[in-house]
């Protein structure tokens, strides 16, 4: 349904609007000035003092998270408290321009620096209101607009007291608001479900890796099953603890039998001199290339070629098998294909070369709950977690002949065709809601769509 009559806003982005609606600009609809939050380094965590809210406290539903929570002193805290329904707008940084709102909040809580807080006016309009529009595409297209006039994204008080927004009657306002809070909500909920179905399909993959890789394959192409009594005919006992029976005619190998593994050796070391702009030295492979199943080359560090020759043995190429030793990442493992360029590894990396099994099936071995249990059994350190080459070497796994690593192979790489064009299409979902939800949004909040 639509109003019976329009008039042009005035503003290209935001088009028609109801005949009888207004366009105000933020700094009118606010009971003070647009105010920038606390400059405070040090936080301290006390329940009884008022929350610190920072960018990084709110989860991607816009809702504060629980296990952030830090804390300011009153005397610190006191000339930014925040009243609910106060609507915060990030103004730098990579979350510039996003914004979220302060609504029941059961407590006192401040703000900090890299949000800047607006205090809608009631008499003039509802917090509601004013942060849906701020998800619309609407005001999308306004970020975009102040974006192309500076090189630097940054939304400072000065941007956002000029923003226009559509502003209808407080009754209508209200009216769409609860139509919007009930219409999101069911959509939030369908992308949810969507989102709880990814996760589903990423631990089907994780277990048909884990099936393959410690059962095989039986004579009709299935994932062989262990048996449910011991003992049972065709299974033995791998020597494994955590591990169990394995074919009877598998073996039980170490990575040191199959593999080389080779790192940065430290007098081979780089200091920040030793990079350089694309075109002039090789890729230098970090944990952030290493993804689940494949590699990004978006983002790269170079390193001069200097030092790349200085290591062959790091030299990455296709086929090579990557494992992270150290970091907050330690234990993810990435097989390489489609290597851009010349490409080298960081001290976080160790890479496994001169393999005498099927390269793949060991990349998947590495992926498997056998070997992430032993990861755990050795990681070391605490600010700084590591494991030495000398225990990754050592980790078990189990392994039957070359043809039969082939089969394996084959059949997770078909099964992960299957699971991923699943995921897919549930990503095409999750984005087509998404579009409809920005679209809905900015339909009703402009009053194309008449919902009172």
Known sequence: MRYEKYKDSGIEWIGEIPEHWDVKRLAYVISDKLQYGANEVAIEENIEHPRYIRITDFGADGKLKKDTFKSLPPEKASDFILNDGDVLFARSGATVGKTF????????????????????????????????????????????????????????????????????????????????????????????????????????????????????????????QKPQCLPASGWKDSGIEWLGEIPEHWEVKR???????????????????????????????????????????ENCTYLSWKKYEESPEIMIHNDDILFVKTGSTYGKVSFVKNLPEKATINPQIIVLKQISCNNKFLWYVLKSTNIIYQVERTVVGGTIPTISQAKINNYEFPIPSNEEQAVIVSFIDNERNRVDKAINKAKKLIDLLTEYRT????EVVTGKVKVI
């Open 439 to 442: 679209a809905l949004i900015s």
């Open 255 to 297: 990575i040191r039998h199959v593999a080389q593994i080779f790192g940065r050796i430290g007098y081979r070391g780089y200091k920040t001199t030793d990079l350089v702009p694309k075109g002039e030295g090789a890729i230098t492979i970090s944990p952030s290339n290493m993804k689940s199943y494949h590699m990004e080359f």
């Open 101 to 224: 709102q302060f609504k029941d909040y059961n407590g006192k809580a401040c703000f900090a620096g890299y949000l800047i807080k607006a205090s809608p006016n009631p008499r003039q309009i509802i917090s509601d209101f004013l942060y849906l529009f701020t998800k619309s595409g609407l005001y999308e297209n306004w970020k975009n607009s102040i974006f192309n006039q500076a090189t630097i994204q940054n939304i400072g008080a000065d941007k956002y007291a000029f923003l226009s927004l559509p502003k209808p009657s407080i009754i209508e306002q209200t009216a769409i608001a609860n139509y919007l809070d009930r219409k999101t909500a069911e959509i939030d909920e369908l992308i949810a479900d969507k989102k709880r179905l990814l996760e589903l399909y990423e631990e089907e993959k994780t277990a048909i890796i884990n099936q393959a890789v410690t059962c095989g394959i039986d004579e009709k192409g299935q994932l062989r």
